[in-house]
């Protein structure tokens, strides 16, 4: 492919100086710094755009990448007679254009609305919905994890931004580099398949803390304290299907529930801050528990008060929550804070976009949920207005696509 702008692929400084910003050591998610062309032109890149994430790999990017500051989540319906062999086509295409813009390559019908701006830890995630196995006349293939979810209590989910048959996250460190692949995809997928919900959301900008801290949510509460660290090998089990799971093609992949939240905002800023802390069981100024410490410090949730009461009360968030309390169900969570303007009610539309990553969804994300569900002090504050499920295989090999031993084995 021709490259017109070659000033996104210039650097600050030395391939040592981007390492000292953005490197993170491990499988296909980790991040490489992002090699300098010949004789660049435009403007140099701080190590945050020139940080490039690989596409291919054992695992898909995006599960275990660190979290990026922007964020496009995208559903897709096959067209009626795309069929496998069109579904085969797009993952095709779309794999190919992932590995081009992630390594901070301009394709050739770009506009050039990302020049200049370098990768910036784009990620793009593919996976599959429970009716994209119908759509493309594979049911037999149909993981049982992908099950739809059970309904609950806080559910006012609108069907027409919930499910789809495909499913791309995407997210980047630069608000350009994130709308420039969402709309590459979206206009690759034309005729194949069409957008049937797409939501948008954001953390903290990196940098704008002197050392990288846990994000906040629009709640101003710290938000993925005691993520699964993605290193550590009983995590793993968790958090990806076994190269010996079933069925074969999910090998080394992972499932993702996605939530559109709304935060009843109103209400909730007008409590006391310590109420807010005990409807969490957290301290909203640092993250620590209730019952003492800093953020990363463990909840005691056998402590009591001088009057005997426990601490973490019975319904607090952190409490209903937490692994122990759910037989040691655990999931990566990787969300995006999300405003979509304001209600007709006056109302503030916002909240979170929560994806969380398991192994096994019945197992980790339904089983919590259901004990929130049953009493959790921060569902007064929340309604669940989306939902969608997704089978994520593992990551495509050089000369792959994601898919492929799916849509071809």
């Known amino acids: 492919m021709n490259h017109p702008h070659p000033s996104r692929r210039r650097l600050l400084g030395t391939a040592g100086a981007a390492g000292a910003a953005g490197l993170v050591a491990g499988t ?35 599960i275990t990448t660190r979290a990026q500051s922007r964020g496009h989540l995208v559903a897709f319906d096959l067209a009626p007679d795309a069929g496998r062999g069109g579904a085969a086509g797009l993952l095709r295409r779309w794999s190919a254009l992932a590995a081009e813009l992630m390594a901070g390559e301009l394709p050739d019908a770009s ?86 919900w797409q939501m948008a959301g954001f953390n903290r900008g990196l940098g704008a803390s002197a050392r990288e801290v846990t994000t906040r949510n629009l709640m101003g509460q710290i938000d ?55 409807v969490l069981g957290r301290r909203t100024s640092d993250g620590a528990p209730l019952t003492g410490g800093e953020e990363g410090t463990p909840v005691d949730l056998a402590a009591t008060g001088p009057d005997g009461s426990p601490v973490i009360a019975a319904n607090a968030h952190v409490r209903v929550s937490a692994p122990e309390t759910n037989g040691g169900a655990t999931m990566l969570r990787r969300p995006f804070s999300y405003h979509d303007g304001t209600r007709e009610d006056g109302a503030p539309d916002a909240g979170l976009l929560f994806v969380c990553w398991q192994a096994d969804p019945a197992r980790s994300f339904v089983t919590v949920q259901r004990k929130l569900d049953r009493g959790d002090a921060l569902g007064a504050f929340i309604r669940h207005e989306a939902s969608g499920l997704f089978a994520v295989p593992g990551g495509a090999a050089e000369g792959e696509y994601v898919g492929q031993h799916l849509l071809e084995g």
């Not at 701080?46 to 054992?58: D, L, N």
């Open 28 to 62: 296909a998610g980790g991040a490489i710094g992002h090699a300098a062309a010949t004789e660049p032109s435009g403007p140099a890149l701080s190590t945050v755009g020139s940080t490039a994430v690989p596409f291919h790999g054992a695992r898909q990017p995006g």
């Open 111 to 196: 506009t050039g609305v990302a020049a200049d701006a370098g990768p910036s830890s784009l990620t793009c995630t593919f996976g599959f919905g429970h009716s994209f196995f119908d759509a493309t006349g594979l049911e037999a293939q149909r993981p049982a994890a992908l099950d739809p979810l059970p309904t609950f209590s806080n559910d006012e989910l609108d069907p027409a931004r919930s499910d789809g048959d495909l499913w791309v996250g995407i997210g980047a460190d630069d608000p350009l580099v994130a709308f420039h692949a969402l709309r590459q995809l979206q206009r690759a997928a034309e005729g194949t398949a069409t957008v049937r």
């Open 224 to 278: 993925g304290t005691n993520n699964p660290d993605p290193e550590d090998a009983e995590a793993d089990r968790h958090l990806f299907v076994p190269d010996t799971g079933e069925p074969a093609w999910m090998a080394r992949g992972s499932y993702v529930v996605v939530r559109r939240i709304r935060m009843l905002l109103d209400d909730w800023e007008t409590r006391p801050a310590d109420e807010r802390e005990r």
